[in-house]
């Protein structure tokens, strides 16, 4: 699976930014996921999805303001993200891996999104 991120932008906290990972290759068996890096800090989860189902997961940090989705017919996944804060400041990147598997094998470049206060 080959993955192409794009969206990130700079806004105001409290604004809104949508990401989007458009895959190639076959998806249908793989879980695709958004993970962020802030500097100086590990790389963390934000949030999965399976192209299969949809089912959907997300870390607490971001559970009730973050939307990720995916559009079967364009082979894209989206992240919603709304109600910015500035410590959500990060480079992000979509990942997949097989659903069978714990690890994310194929990644994206990263998009950057800035939170002002």
């Known amino acids: 699976v080959q993955l192409q991120a794009s969206g990130g932008g700079s806004v105001q906290a409290g604004g809104s930014l949508r990401l989007s990972c458009a895959a190639s290759?076959?998806?249908?068996?793989?879980?695709t996921g958004w993970f962020r890096q802030a500097p100086g800090k590990e790389r963390e989860f934000v949030a999965s999805?399976?192209?299969?189902?949809?089912?959907?997961y997300y870390s607490d940090s971001v559970k009730g303001r973050f939307t990720i989705s995916r559009d079967n017919t364009k082979n894209t996944v989206y992240l919603q993200m709304n109600s910015l804060k500035p410590e959500d400041t990060a480079v992000y990147y979509c990942?997949?891996?097989?659903?069978?598997?714990?690890?994310?094998?194929?990644w994206g470049q990263g998009t950057l999104v800035t939170v002002s206060s």
């Open positions: 999805i399976t192209w299969n189902i949809g089912r959907t």
């Open positions: 990942a997949a891996r097989p659903l069978a598997s714990s690890q994310y094998d194929s």
């Open positions: 290759g076959r998806t249908s068996g793989h879980h």
